[in-house]
């Protein structure tokens, strides 16, 4: 996949460059890279949202996707059990129930959007992802701008979630210890133009991760990337 | 309370007032409550009310229909702007009157000419407001419901309508005004009935009385239209944002 700005000066950059893997059916693949490399170009061209690119995408045809976007983007006209529903009108009532549970979002069912915290947003948006029950899960840096304590919480459940709904997804993040808790496989991306410049599987299951499994991927992604101050912004 | 203690205040100035023009310049309040008690016993009031009401719901209708549709195209696609922009520039500083004149030259005496002039006056306004809003439009939540395929119909339903709402509203707020002013000369033009019928009979008999009669009574019907229909959608519109005062 390949991926080319127009400066304004007319000359064409390229910002992704032989960007190319294979997600297995189920597979959680986790895209660690610093801000500004071009992650969530590379998502907006899976999403179908930028045609404007070369190479090619396969699986593609009458796929459901799910998405969560960097901001929560819920009709704020909406209640949060109205925002799932639109776009998930097959969902049934016990799985919605079940989905709000998990996420913590069961008492704020018919709550609109401007009544949530930022962290209750991001919940509505995962649920929404996931009612459509999608054959893709895209999850565009579903935590950024978020405390640790909550990012880890939420975390959790998105664990748990991929783990009780198995769905191939695409995670991108630029911090490491999110993609090591969540992913099966890990893609590292650097340079410019961006290519995956090394590819990571994690053997142990999600919910099996210890401490020192965690900080032994670390160890592992530094080892291959230079990754800027984990916390800033 | 404060509404009422004005609107006593009001009719407290009037009285005044007409004490000293005098009855043929400005007649009292009393005289033209009795003047439209006259015209209702009669039937005479609610014949021209419900003749001049049609064609302001129907003329409002078209426009807002219309305008809108043109409105969203406009703001969505930039050929569209380019090419409507110059027309509605003209639209906009056309004279309501040159419009009605040349909609009854071309058209001939009738209901569809008159309603038509209306529309068309009203018609670029809402363009406006509506090309506003729909620059405005929130191109994530555009990319979401295309993530999520959501069918065309719905989103436009669920994802853009919800936001062009307080551009609309705002439209129909100045446009019912508008459309009412612009129907009455229309009848007073050329139609043979209508409140604007009416004043302009009165107005040939110098009959101040009856011209109040008729304006009051309809500025009554439109603010009972305000008030049970406007307004509650209005809130209806708005539930969902917070509340601030």
């Keep these: ?233 | 309370m404060v509404r009422l203690a004005s609107l006593v205040l009001f009719v407290g100035i009037w009285f005044v007032a007409a004490l000293l023009a005098g009855d043929r310049m400005l007649p009292g309040p009393a005289a033209v409550l009795a003047n439209v008690l006259g015209e209702a016993a009669s039937g005479a009031l609610f014949v021209n009310l419900a003749a001049t009401l049609a064609r302001v719901l129907l003329a409002f209708g078209l426009a807002m229909v219309a305008g809108t549709a043109l409105g969203l195209l406009m703001g969505r696609i930039t050929l569209a702007d380019r090419l409507g922009d110059p027309w509605l520039v003209v639209l906009l500083n056309l004279p309501a009157l040159v419009v009605i004149v040349l909609a009854y030259i071309w058209g001939g005496l009738t209901e569809v000419a008159g309603i038509a002039a209306v529309a068309v006056n009203k018609l670029p306004n809402t363009i406006v407001m509506v090309r506003e809003g729909a620059r405005a439009l929130d191109p994530g939540l555009d990319e979401m419901a295309r993530v999520f395929a959501m069918p065309r119909w719905k989103a436009f339903r669920h994802v853009v309508l919800p936001q062009l709402a307080p551009y609309i509203a705002a439209a129909g707020r100045s446009g019912l005004s508008l459309v009412w002013k612009i129907v009455l000369v229309v009848e007073f033009l050329g139609r043979p009935n209508g409140v604007g019928f009416e004043i302009g009979i009165a107005f040939q008999l110098f009959d101040v009385t009856r011209i109040l009669a008729y304006a009051l009574a309809f500025v009554a019907v439109m603010l009972v239209i305000e008030t049970l229909l406007v307004q509650p959608l209005e809130r209806h519109a708005a539930r969902w944002r917070i509340r601030t005062a």
């Design chain 1, 1 to 233: 996949m390949q991926k080319s700005f127009s400066r304004p000066s007319g000359e064409s950059v390229d910002v992704i460059r032989d960007v190319g893997f294979t997600l297995r059916h189920g597979e959680v693949g986790g895209f660690i890279g610093p801000s500004g490399c071009g992650k969530t170009t590379m998502l907006r061209i899976i999403a179908g949202l930028d045609r404007n690119y070369r190479g090619s995408i396969s699986g593609g045809a009458g796929r459901r996707l799910g998405m969560v976007f960097q901001e929560p983007r819920l009709l704020p006209w909406r209640t949060v059990e109205d925002n799932v529903r639109l776009v998930a009108p097959q969902v049934s009532e016990i799985e919605l129930s079940a989905l709000l549970e998990v996420l913590e979002l069961a008492p704020h069912r018919s709550h609109y959007p401007g009544e949530l915290s930022l962290g209750l947003a991001r919940r509505a948006a995962l649920a929404r992802a996931f009612a459509v029950d999608p054959d893709l899960l895209i999850l565009d840096e579903p935590f950024v701008s978020m405390d640790d304590a909550l990012a880890a919480r939420l975390r959790d459940e998105l664990a748990l979630l991929v783990d009780r709904h198995p769905v191939t997804t695409l995670l991108v993040t630029h911090d490491v210890e999110e993609a090591a808790r969540l992913a099966d496989r890990l893609f590292l991306l650097a340079g410019r133009p961006t290519r995956i410049v090394a590819e990571l599987t994690i053997p142990e299951p999600r919910n099996a991760r210890s401490a020192e499994v965690i900080a032994s991927i670390r160890s592992a992604v530094a080892r291959r990337i230079a990754m800027p101050d984990q916390h800033a912004p």
